[in-house]
């Protein structure tokens, strides 16, 4: 079927090169969270659907590794191309679908192309090694070899930026790929899976399934052919791929949740400091696995720090992603916005003032629109201080030492992201050194670009998304020692 009737036709699973309807034809409608209207229904696959598409995959990898990495590089550059060239049309299916504004969404789609062309040149860099013998007449060699299928399953606040993390690196090593988006915002990926194939992508090279999650990993889990699975989502489920993983001894990447302390010191303008905290905070409606969620900041700078936060969170535009000028659109599920309402009304209860926002935002009748929030006098027993609050809410908490602060912003099982403010070039490398997170954005709010490591310590997660680690991901190391004749 060509790409276009499939598109029309409604949204397909693709595998082994062909748009396909889930098996007993199921579908899962697909929400507008600005509108709570469904947009389309979308074909909701199986357990079989998924072994099919492993299948397929297993069986286009030999064709697909034989290839050199300057002709998989070709696959994945024309695709960056046609993303970019299409980048309005894929930012307002992911608005739709998703709830952010469209500035956001197309940001996401011109990130990923980025990410498909950088991984198409860092592809042509999978070196080995020749290792100095220690014996005489031998000699040593690594080569690096694709790890096999690979299964890539990610959530709803970056369909496409997620699954790009995965399918760039797989792509590019030689491996071949089953890619399950979220079951609420799958209609973006169709869109960048047009532009693969219309960049040349082999049949079962790259296939697009959705359906029960649970039905699907446990093919992944269970399925031999399947040798690695790239996760991101949360911890949770994150840790019962882990287990599951064991038996078949499964590679595993996992992008797992954070809860990101940002830090502002005195020596820099705290007003500065307000404005980038709101930009990383309210990204997204914070539904951000890198969001800030925990505010330190010092006691010097809080009066003037509290003030313009406030004033900027406070004038920051709600509104449907697709109108122009909209700064914040709806969070992407009424279960999200009904956590925020729980989060906020526990910091109540322990203790804590809201000094903006605090509500669903009411001008609207339908979508599920949340005041951006700023709560100052937080009890440490508060949810929203342990628990990934993803969502938009800012909670400001007060310090004076550089030595307390790094203790408590480390006083978490996660470790994803931590952001630091402050023009002193001592006080950020102390930092840099102290903090537990695998990515520290002194200064800088949005830290995330191909070419740099993305992951974290602790419990948020595995490995390593984005640049050279990322591809690595995808590859075995294999030692090769010769004994030359005499
Ligand atoms: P989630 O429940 O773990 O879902 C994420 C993905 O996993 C979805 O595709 C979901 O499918 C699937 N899934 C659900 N249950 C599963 C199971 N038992 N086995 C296998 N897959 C399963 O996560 P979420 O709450 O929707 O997403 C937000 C989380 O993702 C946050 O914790 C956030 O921090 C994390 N995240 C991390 C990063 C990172 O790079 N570290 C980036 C973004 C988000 P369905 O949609 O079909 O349920």
New binding site residues.
């Given amino acids: 079927m060509a790409t276009a009737t499939a598109t029309k036709a409604g949204k397909l699973l693709y595998i082994d090169g062909k748009w396909c309807e889930g098996e007993g034809g199921k579908t899962i409608g697909v929400i507008n969270p600005a509108t709570e209207e469904v947009i389309c229904e979308m074909a909701f696959g199986s357990r079989k659907d998924t072994r099919r598409a492993l299948e397929a995959a297993a069986k286009a990898m030999p064709a697909w590794m034989k290839l050199t990495p300057y002709d998989r590089a070709k696959v994945l550059k024309k695709t960056a191309d046609l993303m970019r060239e299409r980048a309005d049309a894929i930012a307002r299916t992911l608005t739709t679908e998703q709830g952010k504004p469209l500035a956001e969404s197309k940001a996401e789609i011109l990130h990923s192309a980025d990410t498909f062309e950088w991984f198409a040149e860092e592809g042509k860099r999978a070196y080995g090694q020749v290792i100095p013998n220690s014996q005489p007449g031998k000699r040593h060699v690594t080569l690096k070899h694709p790890i096999g299928v690979v299964g890539a ?6 369909p496409i ?2 699954q790009s ?1 995965k399918i760039c690196p797989a792509l590019a090593a030689g491996c071949t790929i089953v890619c ?6 799958p209609l973006s990926l169709v869109q960048v899976f047009e532009c693969m194939i219309e960049a040349g992508l082999p049949p079962g090279v790259a296939n697009l399934v ?5 039905e ?3 093919e ?1 889990l269970e399925n031999p052919v399947c040798r690695k699975i790239s ?8 840790k ?2 882990m287990r ?1 993983a064991a038996d078949g001894l499964k590679r595993l990447s ?5 809860h990101a302390p940002f830090i502002v010191f005195p020596d820099a303008d705290p007003e500065v400091g307000a404005k980038i905290a709101v930009t990383g905070k309210f990204r997204n409606n914070g ?4 969001a800030p969620s925990r505010f330190y900041v010092h006691k010097d700078v809080q009066k003037k720090f509290t003030e313009a936060t406030v004033e900027f969170a406070k004038n920051l535009k709600l509104g449907n992603g697709l109108d122009a000028g909209v700064e914040i659109g709806p969070m992407f599920e009424k279960r999200a916005m009904e956590n925020t309402i729980g989060l906020v009304e526990d910091a109540k209860k322990t203790g804590a003032k809201i000094l903006t926002g605090g509500k669903r935002y009411e001008k609207f009748e339908k979508g599920y629109f949340f005041e951006p929030t700023v709560l100052s006098n937080l009890n440490m027993d508060a949810k929203i201080m342990t628990d ?1 609050p ?1 969502a938009p809410v800012m909670p400001l908490l007060d310090f004076s030492k550089l030595d307390d602060v790094i203790a408590a912003a480390n006083n978490t099982r996660y470790g ?1 992201a931590a952001y630091v403010f402050t023009n002193d070039l001592t006080v950020a490398w102390k930092m840099a050194e102290g903090l537990e997170a695998g990515i520290i954005g002194v200064n800088d709010p949005v830290p995330a670009t191909p070419q740099c490591p ?3 310590m602790k419990e ?2 595995l490995g390593r ?1 984005l640049a050279h680690e990322g591809l690595e991901a995808y590859l075995e190391t294999k030692y090769v020692s010769f004994k030359l004749r005499d």
């Fill in positions: 399953i990610s959530p709803w606040n970056f930026t997620l993390r399950k988006p979220a079951s609420q915002t959705t359906g029960p999650a649970q699907i990993a446990d992944f996760f991101t989502g949360s911890t949770e489920v994150g019962q791929l599951g996992l992008e797992l949740g954070g539904q951000v696995c890198i990934e993803f994803l993305f992951g974290g948020s997660g998304e």
